[in-house]
T-cell receptor
Framework: GAVVSQHPSRVICKSGTSVKIECRSLDFQATTMFWYRQFPKQSLMLMATSNEGSKATYEQGVEKDKFLINHASLTLSTLTVTSAHPEDSSFYIC??????????FGQGTRLTVV | AQSVTQLDSQVPVFEEAPVELRCNYSSSVSVYLFWYVQYPNQGLQLLLKYLSGSTLVKGINGFEAEFNKSQTSFHLRKPSVHISDTAEYFCAVSDYGGATNKLIFGTGTLLAVQP
């Protein structure tokens, strides 16, 4: 199957700083990528849909200014957690999907804000 | 809008025993259905998918699932589990040909295989 690479796999940052997470589709072009957040022992919650060359579509309750998404090319989407706080600590997962096929997921990023 | 229900949060089972993980969905349109597996601190790996055609779908690692439109179910089965099957399993639904193609996940079922 297709490969989606997510980086970094783990990051620890100080409260108030910003963290950028990258999601790359390595062997296919993804016009759409998705960002999920997963709390311990819970399901994946869709945060936003990232569209190449246009603004991301955020799910209800997700702060646009806090979670900045940029989809600058067909193979790269980034999620920036701005002014991170301990409550932003979570497991973030990206996925990329071609129409009418399954989604391919990155390995996830464990964010810890101290 | 679609939704997915996984009634069992945890399923304990002995090694080499059969297992069924339940998934029910709700949708007003035709859907695609998926099962994903997640190992600790990792992303999701596709086990199998139903897009169309045969309602019995075979996936990787000996898993299979049956799409039942009348019961709006897509239960996952394996005839004989191994210790290595211990993981979190997520059922997901996507609308057929939808513009966003986004997946809606169930709450997950932890399959705990005991020796």
């Amino acid at each position: 199957g297709a490969v989606v690479s997510q980086h970094p796999s783990r990051v620890i940052c100080k409260s108030g700083t910003s963290v950028k997470i990258e999601c790359r589709s390595l062997d296919f072009q993804a016009t759409t990528m998705f960002w999920y957040r997963q709390f311990p022992k819970q399901s994946l919650m869709l945060m936003a849909t990232s569209n190449e060359g246009s603004k991301a579509t955020y799910e209800q309750g997700v702060e646009k200014d806090k979670f900045l998404i940029n989809h600058a090319s067909l193979t790269l989407s980034t999620l920036t957690v701005t002014s991170a706080h301990p409550e932003d600590s979570s497991f973030y997962i990206c996925s990329a999907r071609e129409p009418l096929t399954e989604a391919f997921f990155g390995q996830g990023t464990r964010l810890t804000v101290v | 809008a679609q939704s997915v229900t996984q009634l069992d949060s945890q399923v304990p089972v002995f090694e080499e025993a059969p297992v069924e993980l339940r998934c029910n969905y709700s949708s007003s349109v035709s859907v695609y259905l998926f099962w994903y597996v997640q190992y600790p601190n990792q992303g999701l790996q596709l086990l199998l998918k139903y897009l169309s055609g045969s309602t019995l779908v075979k996936g990787i690692n000996g898993f299979e699932a049956e799409f039942n439109k009348s019961q709006t179910s897509f239960h996952l089965r394996k005839p004989s589990v191994h210790i290595s099957d211990t993981a979190e399993y997520f059922c997901a639904v996507s609308d057929y040909g939808g513009a966003t193609n986004k997946l809606i996940f169930g709450t997950g079922t932890l399959l705990a295989v005991q020796p």
